[in-house]
């Protein structure tokens, strides 16, 4: 059972250039979350889902898109990445009522 | 609006002693879970313990246990018989039921455990 897989673990991007991370979790959970985490900032929420074809937005949205096409997988879109969207990007999900969510093992992003 | 703090950035704690490490939330939701992992040096979230908002009993985990006091708005964490391998980044998490959804955390706090 994989659970919740990121894709990729690590990418370099220029400033200016797109990218899409992806979140692919197998346990049929109706919610998915999207955090990115800085030095001393903990994870911060930056859009999330609850359930296929709906998204919402988190605490720190500006300069992401996502998309829940298919239930399985939350798409995480950087149009014009920023020096400032260098993190560590976590993916988590979870169904309703649930005691545990679950997270991916996380993808490093660099923007020089 | 809900919001998690968490006011200790450090800790520390000799090895076999126990810890408490602090957690206030603020929800205007009735029904809510508390959440609290653990991130170690290697950067996976480990989930530690569960705490819903209507269960009357504190939540315990093997070595870890949740002291919810609700009045309070409080869910520390705590780790009885600490060991070496408890040194982590560890992070408190709320996620209201029903209306919104949303799962989120506070700014964490690093436990080190020293021999």
């Known amino acids: 059972n994989a659970g919740v897989t990121q894709t990729p673990k690590f990418r370099v991007l220029k400033t200016g250039q797109s990218m899409t991370l992806l979140c692919a979790q197998d346990?049929?959970?109706?919610?998915m979350y999207w955090y990115r985490q800085d030095p001393g900032m903990g994870l911060r929420l930056i859009h999330y889902?609850?359930?296929?074809?709906?998204?919402a937005k988190g605490e720190v949205p500006d300069g992401y898109n996502v998309s829940r096409l298919k239930k399985q997988n939350f798409l995480l879109g950087l149009e014009s990445a920023a020096p400032s969207q260098t993190s560590v990007y976590f993916c988590?999900?979870?169904?309703?009522?649930?005691?545990?969510?679950?997270f991916g093992q996380g993808t490093r992003l660099t923007v020089v | 609006a809900q919001k998690i703090t968490q006011t200790q950035p450090g800790m520390f704690v000799q090895e076999k002693e126990a810890v408490t490490l602090d957690c206030t939330y603020d929800?205007?939701?009735?029904?809510?879970?508390l959440f609290w992992y653990k991130q170690p040096s290697s950067g996976e979230m480990i989930f530690l313990i569960y705490?819903?908002?209507?269960?009357?009993q504190n939540a315990t985990e093997g070595r870890y246990s949740l002291n919810f006091q609700k009045a309070r708005k409080s869910a520390n964490l705590v780790i009885s018989a600490s060991q070496l391998g408890d040194s982590a980044m560890y992070f408190c998490?709320?996620?209201?039921?029903?209306?919104?959804?949303?799962?989120?955390f506070g700014t964490g706090t690093r436990l080190q455990v020293f021999p």
């Open positions: 346990m049929n959970h109706e919610y």
């Open positions: 929800t205007s939701d009735q029904s809510y879970g």
């Open positions: 988590a999900s979870t169904i309703q009522g649930s005691t545990e969510a679950f």
């Open positions: 998490a709320m996620r209201a039921r029903g209306r919104t959804d949303k799962l989120i």
């Open positions: 889902s609850v359930g296929e074809g709906t998204t």
């Open positions: 705490q819903g908002s209507y269960d009357e």
